[in-house]
């Protein structure tokens, strides 16, 4: 019979194939072995209504032969007749074309090949001859086709069984690319329990291992084994799974030393059917905020391994993650239909958002201190989601993020904090700062707490920003107590502030005066308790934030920053007096500032400077 061309598209293909040297050649072997899979299955589903076909024994038999440089796979599945072997093999895609070409001119080869593989035509990436000889159930004659990938040809054949055997003519090692290691039994062996483990049907080779004998020595022997387990664990059924199954799957599998704090096993029907098997660590991994955190989600379509970092599948805010995702659906061919399979991704990442989600919530309301663990470890992930994209994703996770607050330092929810807000409250009250402890000893932390009112603790670099976009949580507002005016006093505070501003408007022109290139504004507050000043910035941009963005190197942002003086400290009172009877108040107002510039944890101005000032007044105390 002659040579027959291969179609435009299938062309384009297989020159894809036979370059693709840079991605990644080694899939060829799982795509030959979900097309045996596939047939399988076919005389499986035929045998269950024509009884005139058989259905024994199904499996797949791998032969490596280094001297002819050959791999053999070979199944007893439904085989192909001329004709088939004529349409499935000579042409690519019947359905779909039209995409999968367009996909070929948008997509990097590596995309199609890697994350969908790309079927039979993959053999080419390997080899530069290929023999496919087949024969169909309850046919007589077997067919043969082979290809150098220039063409090919369809002649009859002689086989005993029915069913299809693949032989590919590995390619000779080039400077690129060494293809000798498919020759090698052990690495097929690998390939396989990598990619096609949980095939349902057995996969034997021969594989090398050793007889050991009665005085010790042992001897090298090859034994005809299966390589795969088939199924896998997330296919078992629940209640024949332990604990311990799920906990040893994680920790081999995620290389943790620690159990999962929740395992989340389930399965969906419907649209998009799938099984999923996911686990939320106890702990953040130590590289978890570097490059080299890998997302943990893999994804298998009906036991075939798809792809690792699957993060088409999950949200970027829940990249804590790891498991599998086994759909029913996305089988392999899906590739020539690429269109459908970004619709059935999307669909898939959908519901396995909202699933973990609703993990997350039923934890938060049912075991709160295992959620509070979880939210040690990431729940500035979940703030950083809530903050990225300008918050589009804050209605989803809003609920689930907490804060430490001033009642007890435990966490709170928005939700818990604004049921308990006092009455009469209109915002939600935070400070930010290094940790609890800096943020307690803030001057202007005291006489909100003497109020009574809860303080969230902002000890995340993100959460001051996180409030900056997301404004307000039930239609109340976040409120820096350490920022503008706060407004808490009542209507007889307030004229006594005033009484008293009036009064010393002179030493405060003064102050201010001297203190002009520091900063915006000296004011008398009445926020202060023990300690004579602080800093607070106005409502824009915070001293916290200003902090962050110095660590990231955008040193030129500033915050506004205003001195307030407390009116009821000695010091003030003993300022005041100086000054009406024209003393100098320059090195004091100084003094005041740097005071203020410490305790809201900034560098000072001028530290040297500083030592002096406070040495001299040392000294003139001590004389
Ligand atoms: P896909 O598996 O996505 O349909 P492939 O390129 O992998 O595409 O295979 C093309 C077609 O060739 C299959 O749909 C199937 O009909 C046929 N085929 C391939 N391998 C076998 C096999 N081992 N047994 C029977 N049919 C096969
Ligand atoms: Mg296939």
């Not at 070409?101 to 090949?113: G, H, P, V």
């Not at 024969?135 to 299809?164: C, P, Q």
Request: charged share 35%; net charge negative.
């Amino acid at each position: 019979m002659a040579i027959k061309e291969f179609k435009t598209e299938s062309k384009r293909l297989l020159d894809m194939m036979a370059n693709s040297i840079y991605t990644n050649t080694d899939i060829f072997l799982r795509e030959l072995i979900s097309n045996a899979s596939d047939a399988l299955d076919k005389r499986h589903i035929l045998s269950l209504t024509d009884t005139s076909i058989t259905n024994d024994d199904p499996k797949i038999h791998i032969d490596v032969n280094k001297a002819d440089r050959t791999i053999t796979i070979s199944d007893n599945g439904i085989g192909m007749d001329k004709k088939e072997l004529e349409d499935n093999l000579g042409t690519i895609a019947r359905s779909g074309s039209f995409e999968f070409k367009q996909e070929l001119d948008e997509k990097s080869e590596a995309d199609i090949i890697g994350q969908f593989g790309v079927g039979f035509y993959s053999a080419f990436m390997v080899a530069d001859n290929v023999e496919v000889v087949s024969r169909k159930v309850n046919e007589n004659k077997a067919a043969r086709w082979t290809s150098d990938m220039n063409g090919y040809e369809i002649t009859s054949a002689e086989k005993d069984d029915y069913g299809t055997t693949i032989t590919l003519h590995i390619k000779k090692n080039t400077k690129e690319k060494k293809y000798d290691k498919y020759l090698e039994s052990n690495e097929i062996q690998m390939l396989v329990k990598k990619y096609s483990d949980f095939i349902r049907y057995p996969i034997e080779m021969m594989v090398e291992s050793y007889d050991y004998k009665e005085d010790g020595k042992s001897e090298k022997v090859n034994k005809l084994e299966t390589v795969n387990s088939m199924q896998p664990i997330w296919k078992k059924n629940k209640k024949d799974i332990k604990a311990e199954d799920y906990e040893n799957y994680y920790m081999q599998e995620y290389y943790d030393y620690a159990k999962p704090l929740k395992t989340i096993h389930y399965k969906v029907e419907g649209n998009t059917s799938y099984t999923a098997l996911l686990f939320i660590p106890s702990q953040r991994p130590f590289n978890y905020y570097t490059n080299d955190y890998k997302l943990g989600l893999k994804l298998y379509s009906r036991g075939v391994f798809i792809k690792d970092e699957a993060k088409e599948i999950v949200s970027d805010y829940f990249r804590f993650i790891r498991g599998v995702v086994d759909s029913d659906d996305l089988s392999l061919n899906i590739s020539r239909e690429i269109l459908q399979q970004d619709y059935q991704m999307n669909a898939l990442k959908k519901s396995v958002d909202k699933k973990i989600k609703s993990t997350l919530e039923n934890m938060l309301e049912k075991d709160r201190e295992n959620y509070e663990k979880f939210f040690d470890a990431f729940g500035s992930q979940l703030k950083y989601g809530c903050y990225d994209g300008f918050g589009v994703n804050k209605d989803v996770l809003i609920d689930l993020i907490m804060f430490k607050s001033s009642k007890e330092d435990k966490y709170v929810t928005l939700k818990e904090y604004v049921a308990n807000m006092k009455k009469g409250q209109k915002e939600i009250y935070y400070a930010a700062g290094e940790s609890i402890e800096k943020i307690r000893q803030l001057p202007q932390m005291e006489k909100v707490l003497d109020k009574g009112y809860e303080v969230l603790f902002f000890t995340d670099s993100v959460d001051e920003f996180l409030t900056s976009i997301i404004m307000e949580y039930d239609g109340k507002q976040f409120k820096s107590i350490l920022k503008g005016d706060l407004d808490l006093d009542s209507k007889e505070e307030k004229d006594e502030l005033e009484k008293k501003s009036e009064e010393s408007k002179d030493l405060i022109e003064k102050i201010k005066e001297i203190l002009k290139d520091k900063v915006s504004d000296v004011r008398l507050s009445t926020r202060l308790k023990t300690y004579p000043v602080c800093l607070v910035s106005d409502d824009n941009l915070s001293i916290e934030m200003e902090k962050i963005l110095k660590q990231m190197n955008q040193e030129g942002v500033k915050a506004n920053k205003i001195l307030e003086i407390n009116p009821d400290h000695e010091l003030f009172k003993a300022l005041k007096k100086l000054n009406d009877d024209n003393g100098d108040i320059s090195d004091y107002a100084m003094l005041l500032y740097d005071q203020a510039l410490l305790m809201a944890g900034l560098e000072l101005d001028d530290p040297a400077q500083y030592a002096i000032k406070v040495s001299e007044l040392m000294l003139k105390a001590l004389k």
